[in-house]
């Protein structure tokens, strides 16, 4: 089972950025798919969450109207496009699997600075 992210780096406020998460090794489209993120010093916590068939999502307050989450079940892929980026969103953003087992990717770096 791999779960691979990538997409991060280092960005200005107001700008954006997608990642993307590429699994490998189970039934991607039976899985539910998250992004969580660490800050330095905080909790890991959700960001977004997308069913399935990708019918329902989930999002954080915080990040509500600016980021987006989706999947392509074909390409065995979920998303977080991020948009208005600000300080506060800089963290180690990692892809989640939810189902029977839940898989954790190791995690990419978004930081957002001037």
């Known amino acids: 089972v791999q779960l691979v992210e990538s997409g991060g780096g280092l960005v200005q406020p107001g700008g954006s950025l997608r990642l993307s998460c590429a699994a490998s090794?189970?039934?991607?489209?039976?899985?539910?798919m998250s992004w969580y993120r660490q800050a330095p010093g905080k909790e890991r916590e959700l960001v977004a969450r997308?069913?399935?068939?990708?019918?329902?999502?989930v999002y954080a307050d915080s990040v509500k109207g600016r980021f987006t989450i989706s999947r392509d079940n074909a390409k065995n892929t979920v998303y977080l496009q991020m948009n208005s980026l600000k300080s506060e969103d800089t963290a180690v953003y990692y892809c989640k699997a939810e189902w029977t087992w839940n898989y954790w990717g190791q995690g990419t770096q978004v930081t957002v600075s001037s």
């Open positions: 090794g189970f039934t991607f489209s039976r899985y539910h």
């Open positions: 997308i069913t399935s068939a990708g019918g329902n999502t």
